[in-house]
T-cell receptor, first 113, second 114 residues
C-alpha cells in the first residue's frame, strides 16, 4: 500500500483558503487519492476523491499533477468548524487489498478566529 | 445517501464480558465492510475486512478469536469483542464501500472496559 506524507499540523485564519499537500511517491496505476476529515470522537467523513488533474465538489478541490506523486486538497474560505484532522489516503482499486485504507497521522488543521 | 450507522455509540462493560457492535449501511448495500480501531491521539488502524457471506480477513496482530466479525447481510456487519479487557478500551469505527467505490464511515463506538 502506498505511503503518504503530509504536514502534521497547519494553522489558518478564518476566511482564508487552505491548501494541504500530500506526497505519495509510490502510488500505483490503479490507486485513487482520497481525503477524509475527522472531528474528535467521530468517524472520518469523506471529502473528495480523484485520480488525476482536478476534481471539485461543493466542499473542496483536489489538484493532482500529471505524475500523481502528490496531491493538494484546497479548502476555500475556511471557518472555525473546519478545525479537524485531514487524512490523505491512497486507495487501491481491483485485486487483493482493494479499498483497504492505511491511515497516516493526518494533518491537524486549526482555524483561528 | 451513503449513511453508515453504528450501535451502540458508547458502551461500558466489565472485564471478561463480551460486547457486540453493529454496523449498518442504511441506504446502500455493501459487500465489503471494514473495522478499525483508534486509540486516543492516534490514527485509525485497520483491524479486519468483512465480506458478506464469507469469513473476515484479519490484519496481522489482530486476534480473530477475540474480535469476532459476522457479515450476515449486505447491510449489516457485527464486531464482537470477546472476554474484553481494559486494554481493549478504544474507539471502534466501521466503514462500508458504497456504489461509487467510496468508503463511508460510521460514527464510531466508544468501548470502555472496567
Amino acid at each position: 500500500l502506498a505511503k503518504t506524507t503530509q504536514p502534521i499540523s497547519m494553522d489558518s485564519y478564518e476566511g482564508q483558503e487552505v491548501n494541504i499537500t500530500c506526497s505519495h511517491n509510490n502510488i500505483a496505476t490503479n490507486d485513487y487519492i482520497t481525503w477524509y476529515q475527522q472531528f474528535p470522537s467521530q468517524g472520518p467523513r469523506f471529502i473528495i476523491q480523484g485520480y488525476k488533474t482536478k476534481v471539485t465538489n461543493e466542499v473542496a478541490s483536489l489538484f493532482i499533477p500529471a505524475d500523481r506523486k502528490s496531491s493538494t486538497l484546497s479548502l476555500p474560505r475556511v471557518s472555525l468548524s473546519d478545525t479537524a484532522v485531514y487524512y490523505c489516503l491512497v486507495v487501491p482499486r481491483g485485486g487483493a487489498g482493494s479499498y483497504q485504507l492505511t491511515f497516516g497521522k493526518g494533518t491537524k488543521l486549526s482555524v483561528i478566529p | 445517501g451513503a449513511v453508515v450507522s453504528q450501535h451502540p455509540s458508547w458502551v461500558i462493560c466489565k472485564s471478561g464480558t463480551s460486547v457486540k457492535i453493529e454496523c449498518r449501511s442504511l441506504d446502500f448495500q455493501a459487500t465489503t465492510m471494514f473495522w478499525y480501531r483508534q486509540f486516543p491521539k492516534q490514527s485509525l488502524m485497520l483491524m479486519a475486512t468483512s465480506n458478506e457471506g464469507s469469513k473476515a480477513t484479519y490484519e496481522q496482530g489482530v486476534e480473530k478469536d477475540k474480535f469476532l466479525i459476522n457479515h450476515a447481510s449486505l447491510t449489516l456487519s457485527t464486531l464482537t469483542v470477546t472476554s474484553a479487557h481494559p486494554e481493549d478500551s478504544s474507539f471502534y469505527i466501521c466503514s462500508a464501500v458504497g456504489r461509487t467505490d467510496t468508503q463511508y464511515f460510521g460514527p464510531g463506538t466508544r468501548l470502555t472496559v472496567l
